[in-house]
């Protein structure tokens, strides 16, 4: 009998596994469980973009692309990227595609941080950020943003956090888990810091389809800022193509060059049938995308607004389909609360725990579910709460 443990890496090893998989697991083995726990939208992908697929599968396309993704498709990013950024991304060396955002978090962070490297994470956050930078043997350096800011960063949060070990550091507007959207005046003022201290920054855009109340910003089209930042989004979220696993990183050709040096070898390329459906979601996807997106903002008005009827305050997320109510109210941690309302009312939410230091206090739910839905978890919550307060 050999010791598995014996054999795997330290890193590995002293990884925690992703919080939120715990509340999937155990609301899977129940029945009647509304769930607010999944981080997709509700949509199924539209009939336009699967036909394109099947029908790349009838003509036999079926063979690796291109390293870097099918030059139709670069271009159509690169197209997309013009219109909302008004950056100019040349298809051929500044755009990858890669295996979902997941994948270009991923190679964005190998291809820059060195064993020590320090990277800020502004918290609360993706769960995958800081363990992405220790897989790729850097250190995630937490930053903390709060709900009495929107959990907006501080510029002086920021600033304090940075030491001369600091290679990067990882945005995400709007956010998961806390809906937040930074305008161009807050980006301006990051920038500055960025700028200051030399450094880089991951700007994860993969929601930039999903803003409700103000025009998107990216970063990327702040002054100065197109050379420092690698651009990482992908067609999971706007899209509604989760399962597609289909994501891409824009940066300038430096930076892209190094990327698909460990993409080659890693992952060769994406999906081809999946690249193929993408194609037609950038060219005739729009309508679909305003679609969508007029339904979460519906659904997140219905929704914030009765989480903050019963107590749950709120703060109104420009974006994504995240809701980040605080919970303090019920005296109770964010894991008690998101395990005992699961067990007596049937509801999932995800721990605000997970998503880091500042994330206790609050739970994420996600809107992205029928109003019917909705409006029965909140019934089930007001019960909740009430019983604890
Ligand atoms: N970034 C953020 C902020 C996300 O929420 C997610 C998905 N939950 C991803 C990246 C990765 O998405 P995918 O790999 O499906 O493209």
């Not at 596994?17 to 509304?34: H, T, Y």
């Not at 995958?128 to 949060?157: C, H, N, R, W």
């Not at 997970?354 to 007001?382: D, I, N, T, W």
């Amino acid at each position: 009998m050999i010791e598995p443990s014996y054999y795997l890496s330290n890193i590995v090893q002293e990884l925690k596994p992703s919080g939120i998989r715990k509340f999937f697991d155990l609301a899977a083995g129940m029945e009647g469980v509304i769930s607010l726990g999944v981080g997709e939208p509700d949509f199924v992908t539209p009939w336009n973009v699967r036909e394109a697929c099947i029908l790349s599968l009838e003509q036999g396309y079926t063979s690796y692309t291109a390293n870097a993704g099918l030059i139709e498709l670069r271009k159509e990013i690169s197209h997309y990227l013009k219109n909302l950024t008004n950056i100019e991304y040349n298809p051929h060396n500044q755009v990858l595609v890669t295996v979902g955002g997941s994948q270009a978090l991923d190679i964005s962070l190998r291809a820059i941080v060195n064993p020590g490297d320090e990277v800020i994470v502004i918290e609360p956050s993706f769960v995958s950020y800081a363990s992405l930078v220790t897989l790729a043997g850097g250190i995630p350096v937490p930053v903390q943003t709060t709900g009495d800011m929107e959990f907006k960063l501080q510029p002086e949060e920021l600033e304090k956090a940075i030491t001369e070990k600091t290679k990067a550091i990882i945005l995400c507007s709007p956010n998961n888990p806390t809906g937040t959207c930074l305008n161009k005046k807050e980006l301006e003022m990051i920038a500055e810091i960025i700028e200051k201290y030399d450094l880089l920054v991951i700007s994860d855009e993969i929601y930039a389809e999903l803003t409700y109340d103000e025009a998107y910003t990216s970063f990327v089209s702040i002054k100065g800022m197109e050379e420092r930042t690698i651009l990482v989004s992908g067609f999971s979220k706007g899209f509604a193509m989760t399962g597609w696993r289909l994501g891409y990183i824009a940066a300038n050709p430096e930076f892209l060059n190094a990327m698909l040096k460990i993409h080659q070898y890693s992952m060769m390329c994406a999906p081809t049938m999946a690249q193929y459906a993408a194609i037609e979601a950038m060219k005739n996807g729009k309508e679909d995308v305003i679609h969508m997106k007029k339904s979460y903002r519906q659904r997140r008005n219905l929704f914030v607004g009765a989480l903050n009827d019963i107590g749950l305050t709120c703060h109104v997320p420009g974006g994504a389909f995240y809701a980040f109510p605080s919970i303090q109210k019920t005296n109770l941690t964010s894991e008690e609360f998101a395990e005992q309302l699961l067990m007596e009312e049937k509801v999932a939410v995800v721990p605000g725990n997970v998503f880091g230091k500042s994330g206790e206090g609050f739970v994420r739910c996600s809107y992205a579910s029928s109003l019917e839905q909705l409006q029965e978890a909140v019934r089930r919550m007001q019960r909740f709460v009430e019983s604890r307060t």
